[in-house]
């Protein structure tokens, strides 16, 4: 019996990336976007050529409503879940500190902090032993932002993905029991479009030279360490914060 795995934020990045090697390890894989639909609907033909079932869902991870119809959805589409990847987040341009608008703030939050919280709830209700599930894994996405700030550019974002690591911890504790291990992946510098998102151009190329490896990172690279905290081979992890950042941050 294959496992189903949803990943939201999967049209793009390290979300598609995961979506891809997770049909590959044999995951029949639920596809949240926000938007482009034809970039989802690529990752879903990808999944279904390596013969794994796939689903495309729109929903705005900013928007509980959305965020229930996600689940609903996969339930009905592919059943019960076993791994759930929580990815989707957002960046801004490039800001200091005092220029960030209360609106700019609170967009944040609710994609990179509310609304992972909201559908890691989601996930608990439907792995839960003691709620009538048979277990399963979540993987929070945090970012080395969490322990390097944000300064000069995004510390609202950091801000965001230093609760991720509170809510990571707090929930592997407490779902233990449960029968649900909960990680996260602590991304550095990784090239994706993300780091366009950011409007400073290359910046990769800016920050590499602060990596110890000298070099970004690749989405393929993050999906793989996302994968292993899913399975199996991390079966005595719980409350993990992997750093997948080419030694930034030691």
């Not at 990336?17 to 879903?44: K, P």
């Not at 989707?88 to 609170?106: M, N, S």
């Not at 839960?128 to 700030?149: D, E, F, H, P, Y």
């Not at 030279?209 to 899913?230: D, H, I, K, M, Y």
Request: aromatic residues 4%; glycine residues 12%.
């Amino acid at each position: 019996m294959p496992k189903i795995i949803l990943i939201t934020g999967a049209s793009r990045g390290i979300g598609a990336a995961t979506a891809r090697l997770a049909a590959q390890r044999g995951y029949d894989v639920a596809i949240n976007y926000a938007r482009n639909r034809d970039a989802a609907e690529t990752v879903a033909a990808d999944v279904r050529k390596a013969g794994r079932r796939a689903v495309t869902i729109q929903a705005d991870m900013g928007k509980p409503e959305d965020i229930a119809r996600l689940f609903a959805t996969v339930d009905a589409e592919l059943g019960r879940l076993d791994a759930f990847f929580n990815n989707a987040g957002i960046v801004e341009k490039a800001a200091r500190f005092v220029e960030i608008a209360p609106e700019r703030l609170q967009r944040i939050l609710a994609v990179n902090t509310t609304g992972p919280f909201i559908a890691a709830q989601e996930a608990v209700r439907r792995m839960s032993t003691r709620l009538g599930g048979s277990g399963g894994v979540i993987v929070n996405m945090s970012s080395m932002a969490a322990k390097l700030g944000g300064s000069g550019e995004s510390t609202d974002y950091a801000t965001a993905k230093g609760a991720i690591d509170t809510l990571t911890i707090g929930l592997a504790k407490e779902l233990a029991p449960e029968g649900i291990r909960v990680n996260a992946v602590r991304p550095g510098l990784i090239d994706t479009d993300i780091q366009r998102d950011f409007g400073i151009g290359d910046r990769v190329g800016r920050y590499k030279g602060l990596v110890p490896l000298q070099r970004g990172g690749s989405a393929e690279e993050v999906a793989e360490a996302v994968l292993w905290l899913c399975s199996d081979q991390s079966s005595y992890c719980t409350g993990v914060l992997l750093d997948v950042s080419g030694g930034r941050g030691l």
